[in-house]
């Protein structure tokens, strides 16, 4: 008799466990869900975002062409914090289709970390001269497809999010995308800008070795609010 109890016991504990972790996967799940519906698109949506949720940060890492390495140390810390968290931390990561065909090696390195990404399309090879993608000479459609086709060639699950290189759009161009079934992806706290991280903030960073002190910066403050983040008083949010 004294085992049964024993037994009862334990199972009654099991299953109180079992609903404590489904409680809490569901509250984050459906902090996702409600957040991801007010992803900004623009500047306006942006500042709602931050007012919406004083809680969230939003991280975003921009590949633009580049000639040097990756920034190891952001993602390698990336990793480390989700292990201390204890779940794979959301991080929207924006490719340019010319950084892939050069980065092959450092691409499978990041697919291969501890994190939730979600892949955003940043043009295949993202223009600047005359104003990044707004110059009107520069087929758009092409750009945008030509770095879909690299992103299933590479097995980069392609989300319907699309970062515009130096955050530059006009009228046009938004409604062209639009029409191509993307959303803009915004971004309110550009590190390497001066733009300092708020609540609510949705983060900018280049992670393609062109932006270290940005990269640092955003290290040291994961860093210093690591214990905020383990508490859930800050939490990083998925697009
Ligand atoms: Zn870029």
């Not at 024993?6 to 489904?22: E, H, S």
């Not at 110059?135 to 750009?143: G, L, Q, V």
């Amino acid at each position: 008799m004294k085992i049964l109890r024993i037994i009862i016991i334990l199972i009654v504990l099991i299953l109180l466990l079992l609903g404590i972790i489904f409680f809490l996967r569901a509250g984050n799940l459906r902090l996702n869900a409600s957040v991801s519906k007010f992803i900004p698109s623009d500047k306006e949506e942006t500042a709602t975002f931050s007012r919406r949720f004083p809680d969230s940060i939003v991280i975003t890492i921009d590949l633009c062409p580049s000639s040097k390495p990756y920034n190891k140390e952001l993602f390698d810390y990336l990793d480390t914090l989700s292990k201390k968290l204890g779940y794979p931390i959301p991080v929207a990561i924006c490719p340019s289709g010319t950084w892939i065909l050069k980065h092959a090696d450092e691409l499978a390195k990041i697919k291969s970390l501890d994190l939730d990404i979600a892949w955003v399309n940043h043009s295949y090879s993202h223009p600047v001269d005359r104003d990044f993608l707004n110059n009107p000479k520069i087929n758009f459609k092409y750009e945008v497809e030509e770095n879909l086709k690299i992103f299933k060639k590479y097995g980069l699950k392609p989300s319907k999010y699309f970062r515009f290189p130096g955050l530059r759009s006009n009228k046009k161009r938004l409604k062209e995308l639009a029409e191509m079934g993307y959303i803009p992806l915004g971004a309110n706290a550009w590190l390497a800008k001066g733009q300092k991280i708020k609540n609510g903030s949705i983060i900018l960073v280049h992670g393609n070795g062109n932006e270290l002190q940005g990269c640092l910066m955003l290290i040291n403050y994961l860093k210093e609010h690591e214990q905020d983040l383990i508490d859930g008083k800050i939490k990083i949010v998925s697009i």
